[in-house]
Each structure stands twice: as structure tokens, then as C-alpha cells.
């Protein structure tokens, strides 16, 4: 870096180094300076320099009229090394490449290595396939087996949390401070949501259409079919003609108005003042599968299981407010169980029957 007569500043990087990156020298002294003020081992800075030159030159980037602000560089660099555990994700390329050249390095990566991890490549039967990819899983089997029953415990449940916390709000929290750590972790949610967006920047405008369609009919198809599925044979078990049932598709759901909401319940029967509500494991965060802290949510990334569980405390307690008992049905015990939840059910509604 020298500087003219001017006064300005002229960014000068010799070598071949320097001629492959021609044009980009100041992002080049941008990402040193970052490093160093960060911390951060400079032995990978001109491969990663050179990635993303490789990408600003497919884009046809202009050399000249550019700057690291303008190019959201250190954001950039940093969300890199934030995806360093998963360097073979879509984001990481999309990333380091810019989307365009992004896609073609991930689409290549992803082709070799459906090759080189398939039974062919490796010269396998089915049979001893099955057995190679079954133990390199991280179960509690394995680890067990690996280590002992009380050791592969300990590990296969340290691994878990582990998995947990690096995925989690707070982990990003931790490393990059509030500001930048809630920054990044809503921007790589972003890219995961299964969003009509997402889909179409994956597949193209129709495809991404036609297969977003199809996800939602069968996300929505399968939960509701369990739910409506459960209340048809409990109001046939039942087999009482003198009460409401207001459950879909039999009806609309039944809805409590309040402060300019509607809140929508699974099952009620409101002679009887009573509600069930058949909350699946994913949109409503089961709290024996996710902690406080994940994002389980499908659609919306940001959204914590914790929201989820306040929201859904919300809602059930207005329903209490206004003198309903509140039955809490979890997709998975139902999946456990079936028989064993609308027996419960009818119990219950026996009970009030009687009382009544």
C-alpha cells in the first residue's frame, strides 16, 4: 500500500498473487486488516481472496468501481467462517462464489460426491453398504457399542447438545456479540426457511412453484388427517347426538375473539366447555424434542420454540379465561399411543357428560 502524491491511498499487491486479484487490491488489504484485528490466522487469506475474486469475475464485477463496504465484505467473511463446519452447504459457496458461480461449484461438489459415497464407487453389496452407513451414525447404539454403556452415554448425549447449541440463537450470540450474532443467524435461517422464495431461487420460478405447492399440500395434509382423523372416532366412540362437535373438515374450527385476534381451536365441544388442542411436534416446538432455544419451524426460522410455547400459552389461556377446560394433545404421544389419547378424551368428556 503506498500512497500518491495526491494524498490518496493506492493499494499495490505484487506477485502473481498480486495479477490474479488485479483490480481487487484494496479488498485484499480489507481482509488483512480484518484479520488481524480479529485475531484470525492469515494463512488461508489469499485462497479465500482468490474464491471470491474467482466469483466478482464471473459476475463481471467492474474493478474500479467497487469497494469492501459496497461489496459486504467483512460480513461476508465472517459468515464464512461461522459456516466453516459445514464448508459442503449451499450457503457456504453461494457465499464464497457470489449465487451464480455458487450454484455451479455446489452442483458440482454434489454430483462427485453422490458418486464417491455410493456402493458402486466403493465396491460394496447392498448388504455391506447398508452395515458401512449404519455405523458411521451417531447413535446412541454406536457409541454404545464403541465406547461402553456408560461412556458412549455420555458421549452420544454431549454430541446432542452440542448439535443443539450450535445451531442455536445463543451460540451466535456468544461468538460475534448481539447485534452481529442475531445478524447472522437470521440471515442463514433465512436461506432455510421452506419459503415459496427459497424454493423458486433453487429450482427456478416454476418448478420452485410447483414443488412449494407440494410441500405444503403434504405438510398439511398429513398433520390434519392425525387430528381429524382422532376426533372422527372419538365423537363415533361417543355416539352422542345431543352435543356439538366442532372440529375440521367436519366444520370450521372454532375461534375466540380478543383484542382485534382470532384464535383458532383444534376440537370443542362448547356445551360442555371443552377444548382439545393436537399441537404437531414441529410448529408448535415440542418441548421433549426441542429446547427453549430452537428454531423448529419450517417456514419461519426466526421463531423459537420458546415463542412458540408463549404464544401457545396465550391462546390457551384466554380459552381458560372464558371457563374452557384445555386438553393438550402432542402429535407425538398421539404417534405413541393412539388409542391410549382418545380413550383420554372420552374420558374426560364422559366425565363432563355426566356432571352436566
Known amino acids: 500500500m503506498i500512497r500518491s502524491d495526491k494524498g490518496k491511498t493506492r493499494f499495490r499487491v505484487q506477485g502473481v498473487f498480486g495479477t490474479k486479484i488485479k483490480g481487487f487490491e484494496e479488498e485484499y488489504f480489507f481482509l488483512k486488516n480484518l484479520y488481524n484485528e480479529k485475531g484470525w490466522s492469515r494463512s488461508a487469506i489469499q485462497s479465500v481472496m482468490m474464491r471470491f475474486v474467482e466469483g466478482w469475475q464471473y459476475d463481471g464485477l467492474d474493478k474500479v468501481h467497487h469497494t469492501p463496504e459496497s461489496l459486504d465484505l467483512e460480513r461476508k467473511v465472517i459468515l464464512l467462517r461461522e459456516l466453516g463446519h459445514n464448508r459442503q452447504s449451499k450457503i457456504y459457496f ?108 433453487k429450482y427456478g420460478k416454476e418448478e420452485g412453484l410447483r414443488r412449494y405447492c407440494d410441500f405444503l399440500a403434504s405438510r398439511r395434509c398429513s398433520f390434519s388427517k392425525m387430528a381429524s382423523s382422532l376426533f372422527r372416532k372419538t365423537e363415533s366412540s361417543l355416539n352422542r347426538n345431543d352435543i356439538t362437535y366442532i372440529y375440521q373438515p367436519k366444520t370450521e374450527e372454532f375461534s375466540i375473539y380478543q383484542k382485534n385476534r382470532s384464535f383458532f381451536y383444534d376440537f370443542c365441544i362448547p356445551e360442555l366447555k371443552f377444548i382439545v388442542e393436537f399441537n404437531g411436534d414441529v410448529f408448535h416446538g415440542n418441548p421433549q424434542l426441542f429446547n427453549e432455544s430452537d428454531c423448529p419451524n419450517p417456514f419461519d ?28 394433545i402432542w402429535e407425538r404421544d398421539y404417534r405413541n399411543d393412539p388409542e391410549a389419547i382418545m380413550n383420554s378424551i372420552i374420558k374426560t368428556i364422559s366425565e363432563k357428560l355426566k356432571n352436566s
Open 94 to 201: 453461494t457465499t464464497q462464489y457470489g449465487e451464480r458461480l455458487g450454484e455451479i461449484k455446489f452442483k458440482e461438489v454434489q454430483t462427485f460426491q453422490a458418486l464417491s459415497n455410493s456402493k458402486e464407487y466403493k465396491g460394496m453389496t447392498d448388504e455391506e453398504f447398508k452395515r458401512y452407513n449404519n455405523s458411521r451414525a451417531i447413535t446412541l447404539k454406536n457409541m454404545i457399542k464403541k465406547y461402553g454403556k456408560e461412556e458412549g452415554t455420555k458421549v452420544f448425549n454431549e454430541y446432542r447438545e452440542k448439535q443443539r447449541y450450535k445451531k442455536s440463537k445463543q451460540r451466535y450470540i456468544d461468538e460475534f456479540g448481539e447485534e452481529q450474532g442475531l445478524k447472522i443467524f437470521n440471515e442463514i435461517n433465512k436461506k432455510k426457511i421452506q419459503s415459496l422464495e427459497n424454493f423458486q431461487r
Open 301 to 328: 426460522k426466526t421463531i423459537t420454540a420458546k415463542q412458540m410455547w408463549s404464544n401457545d400459552k396465550e391462546k390457551i389461556d384466554l380459552a381458560k379465561s372464558k371457563g374452557f377446560e384445555v386438553m393438550v
